[in-house]
């Protein structure tokens, strides 16, 4: 029916796994954003919540490795890591095979995606999902962008698959809330995990929240690796989201580093025009 | 080996068969001694120098009950130990940006 909520959240494993040593005070900051992006996706009334994660490797490798990957299955497992490592237990989450497939067609129409009937998460979904439905009561509709293995999506093609996931949350019955997970600047899984790039992360959150898709398309990948790192590949799944909200306005409602997360731990939206307020 | 660890990473069922007697679980695989050697033990750091990707890698060390702080210290003294990063994204940049990480404790000093 209509594109009810877009926004954008973070991933890193630390966020669940490693919970218990970051600094409560701004730890907790966090989860309560994070709460109250589940709030503001229920009153959406979102039925159906399409998660854009860059993954790790859950269910692609260099053997066949799709730019765009979208699932189609009424169930997914997760999470692949320990889940003692990770803080989250092993689940199902429901998917919607016939939901992904009409979704999937009108993608097609514009944007060569792959598609995919099992699917495995890992903590790019896994950990969103463990605060934005707890109770795993709501279908997901699982996107992945390939910001892993050389040579990556371009982002302007990024910005065409976030279109056409627009376009085609329009085309469906449902309502469909969409969720850009990733980021921003990171060093992870390396020996400088933990480092953080504060003025880059709000320099791009700013581009993004005003929608301006020039600035948000000229990161080079040379410029992103230098200074935001090889986890700053994952703003694909960001700029996916502007282009699919269609010019609105963002607003951060979280924005602070928590190094042991490994990440400027981030929670924003945007103001849609189709949703009436 | 990637491909191994992608295999394994993601699939219970050979996590348990390769609990349960590695060697054979590797056999298959097209690998050098030195890299057998690098999984079995598991020897992190020479499997981060080797250039196995960082998000891959962590999944292992996860699977191996590596604690945190543990898993860091144990890339550093790889790349100590055996040269930096053969290939791959997943090297140490060299980013000396200030920010969040002049709040981190040195990470092994907080190896508890
Ligand atoms: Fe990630």
């Known amino acids: 029916m209509t594109l009810v909520y877009a926004g954008v959240c973070s991933h890193a494993p630390g966020i669940t796994g490693r919970a218990e040593q970051a600094d409560p005070m701004v730890r907790d900051g966090f989860y309560d954003a994070y709460d109250q992006m589940r709030k503001d996706i229920v009153a959406s009334g979102a039925e159906a919540i399409i998660v854009i994660a860059a993954e790790h490797f859950a ?3 260099m053997n066949n490795m799709p730019s765009f990957a979208i699932g189609m ?14 803080g989250i237990e ?8 016939d939901l992904s497939k009409r979704l999937i067609t009108e993608v097609m129409e514009t944007v060569d995606v792959s598609y995919a009937e099992e699917w495995k998460f890992d903590h790019g979904i896994a950990v969103p999902l463990h605060f934005l439905t707890p109770n795993f009561d709501v279908p997901i509709i699982p996107v992945n962008i390939n910001c ?8 302007h093609r990024a910005w065409a698959f976030g279109e056409a996931l627009g376009r085609a949350s329009q085309a469906v019955d449902e309502n469909i809330a969409i ?33 301006d898709k020039d600035a948000l398309l000229d990161y080079t990948n040379e410029q992103v690796y230098a200074d935001a790192g090889q986890g700053g590949f994952e703003i694909r799944t960001f700029i996916s989201v502007a282009a699919a909200a269609d010019g609105a306005q963002g607003t951060v409602h979280f924005c602070e580093p928590i190094p042991i997360f490994a990440v400027s731990c981030t929670i924003a939206s945007y103001e849609l025009a189709s949703v009436e307020r | 080996m990637q491909k191994f660890l992608f295999e394994l990473n993601r699939d219970r069922a050979l996590q348990a068969r390769y609990d349960e007697d590695r060697a054979a679980v590797l056999a298959p695989y097209d690998l050098t001694t030195e890299e057998t050697r690098a999984l079995v033990e598991p020897d992190i750091g ?11 890698l962590m999944h292992f060390a996860a699977l191996h009950q590596i604690e ?26 060299g980013y000396e940006g200030v920010g969040a990480d002049s709040q981190i404790p040195p990470a092994k000093a907080d190896n508890q």
């Open chain 2, 68 to 93: 945190w702080q543990d898993y860091l210290a144990r890339m550093r003294d790889g790349i100590e130990k055996y040269g930096p990063v053969r290939e791959g994204v997943y090297a140490v940049t």
């Open chain 1, 179 to 211: 969720i850009g997970t990733g980021g921003i600047s990171h060093w992870p899984a390396t020996p400088d995990s933990g480092k953080i790039n504060e003025a880059w992360d709000r320099s791009f959150l700013d581009q993004w929240c005003r929608n």
């Open chain 1, 90 to 97: 092993k689940f199902r989450a429901p998917g919607d095979k």
């Open chain 1, 148 to 155: 892993q293995g050389p040579p990556l999506t371009p982002l």
């Open chain 2, 46 to 56: 020479l499997l981060f120098h080797l250039g196995v990707n960082g998000q891959i």
């Open chain 1, 59 to 61: 269910n692609f490798f």
């Open chain 1, 73 to 86: 299955a009424d169930f997914y497992d997760g999470p692949i890591e320990d889940p003692a490592w990770l």
